[in-house]
């Protein structure tokens, strides 16, 4: 399962992002714990006790717990970490990837992740979204790549060719709110990110609308799940963003939104993006275990059918969000660009070599250890996916 992560591979990947971060002169400091230890880790949904990523970073790589946290707060914040740094590493060698260097910074100052709420007083945090977005882009082959750094008003915080097109992105992160003034926030919201996508030289754009402090996380949390059913969960992630999509439509109307999008550059409709965490069952003998829950919700304003281009960009940044880290690894310092394992200098090819000999998995684990048996088993099973998938 892709959503389900292993502390162990979470630890996997720790060094090779910390690497990474290194390499473009962002170093994780001792003072950052001070006078806090591991078990104060996400210890306040809003602010001056939260962990920043790089302190969440600095915590697991030096406690090295055995095990799947599945304390709420523990989990969550290593469920949105792992998940950021399956973001980066999957395009750590993108030709344009150095376009992120300015936000990366604020890691080391941003005090919360995406899948929990943040204060209002917290602007930082909302430039973790827009580096979250700008990596999907270049996942899905994104070029030309433009961050707003300065927080403009007149310009969106992503500009990208997607498919032949410049797009725009404008992100917005609404704060929780009474019934009576959540739609107008919403509305207030799209107009100012509509204004923003249709200054630049784009083509076409959306709004982005962080949902993280609108979603009941603590619900989510004790949703009833399993390893096929997360309908439970999911449904309690979406609630709250759908509610205040209703709650829009029903204080501003139909008909004024679509006069807001009228004329200009964005389609006439907004993506919500969710993040939470959750616990699923994978057996009846075996304790539950946390599982980080991403979703793009798309939200229809008028009575307007999306083109089949857009939809495929919707639809390749839908499978981006739901990428967990990447199953194969190629770097050119490593082995020489050889597909290997993640984090490991073990080609994957050595696996296949060992099953064509008859071998087991366990032989194979044995002999190379730096390997996780939670790697083969995505490996192999991505692989009959795609093999089921292209088979006449």
Known sequence: MDN?????????????????????????????????????????????????LLEVLFVFRNEMA????????????????ADLMAKLLGIKRHPEFTKLVPHLHYLANCRLLLNQRSSILDQEANKIIELYWAALCLSIGGMDLELDQGGSESSPDVLVNL???RWAFECKTPQASTQESRGLALRSLLEKAVRQING?????????????????????????????VYEHALDAMEEAPLRMTVDMMAQVGREELCRLFSGGKS??????FLQSTTLVHLSQFAPPVAT???DLLPQLLCEHKLAPEDESVFQA?????????????????VMGGTAVFPATRV??????????????????????????????IAFLEAATERLVATTP
């Not at 055995?66 to 970490?81: C, F, H, K, T, Y």
């Open 292 to 294: 980080r829950l991403n």
């Open 4 to 52: 389900v992560f292993g502390f162990e591979e979470c630890v996997a990947h720790l060094f090779e992002f910390e690497a990474l971060l290194k390499e473009h002169g962002i170093t994780i400091s001792q003072k950052v714990l001070q006078a806090r230890g591991p078990s104060d880790l996400g210890s306040s949904d809003l602010g001056d006790a939260s962990y920043s």
């Open 267 to 272: 389609l006439p409709c907004f993506l919500f």
């Open 317 to 333: 940044l839908n499978d981006a969000v739901m990428r967990g880290f990447p199953l194969v690894s190629r770097d050119p310092e």
């Open 200 to 228: 630049p030289p784009a083509e076409v754009g959306i709004p982005i609308i962080n949902a993280k402090n609108l979603i009941d996380h603590e619900r989510v949390w004790t949703a009833p799940g399993n390893s096929a």
């Open 163 to 165: 498919s032949g097109r």
């Open 66 to 81: 055995v095990g799947v946290p599945n304390d709420q707060r523990l989990a969550r914040d290593l469920a949105g970490l």
């Open 347 to 376: 080609p994957v090819q050595t696996l296949l070599d060992y099953l064509a000999a008859c071998e087991t998995i366990d032989d194979f684990l044995e002999g190379f250890p730096s390997v996780k048996r939670e790697q083969v």
